[in-house]
């Protein structure tokens, strides 16, 4: 779907839509070349999307100038987008990670250096990458409780002691 969308469009200020639209379609990653003579209007837009903004009437040169401008800023948002999105992951990762030798630090009493060397272990002799490893192990915890450190199933006592008295009613 992607290859099907453009890198440059050039709209002239009366085609421009209208405000609900706009956030939609610039958040779709194209460049945007402008031509209007209200540059104040579109500067929110100018910090948040690959938009460069002409004079009507624009000569060639200054035209081509604006093209390429665009197009050099639409390919450095989507540059920062995917860089971005990949540290996000990683983010996501090394919690699942680090949640993952806590588990195992906690249930072998092992430092968290000697739970990631295993963790690494497990990742090389099952040909699987880490996360998915840690992720494993943070779901299977969460499901069996004696890993969990409550091996008792039954529901929790009451907090409050049993008084021999009827409670009343007001």
Request: with cysteine.
């Amino acid at each position: 779907m992607r290859s099907l969308l453009p890198d440059l469009v050039v709209v002239n200020e009366r085609s421009w839509p209208e405000e609900p639209a706009v956030q939609e379609h610039l958040g779709l990653g194209f460049g945007v070349v402008v031509a209007t003579g209200r540059a104040e209007r579109f500067l929110p837009l100018c910090e948040l999307f690959p938009l460069t903004l002409i004079p009507p009437g624009t000569c060639e040169d200054a035209l081509w100038l604006a093209l390429v401008t665009a197009l050099g800023a639409q390919r450095r948002q989507a540059r920062h987008v995917t860089q971005v999105t990949a540290l996000q992951q990683r983010l996501t990762d090394r919690i699942i990670i680090e949640r993952a030798k806590g588990i195992m630090a906690q249930h072998y009493e092992l430092s968290e250096e000697d739970a990631y060397k295993r963790l690494r272990l497990l990742s090389r002799r099952q040909r699987r990458p880490i996360r998915e490893i840690a992720q494993s192990l943070v779901d299977t915890q969460l499901l069996l409780p004696e890993l969990n450190g409550n091996l008792d199933h039954s529901p929790p006592k009451e907090e409050y002691p049993e008084s021999k008295e009827p409670l009343s009613r007001y």
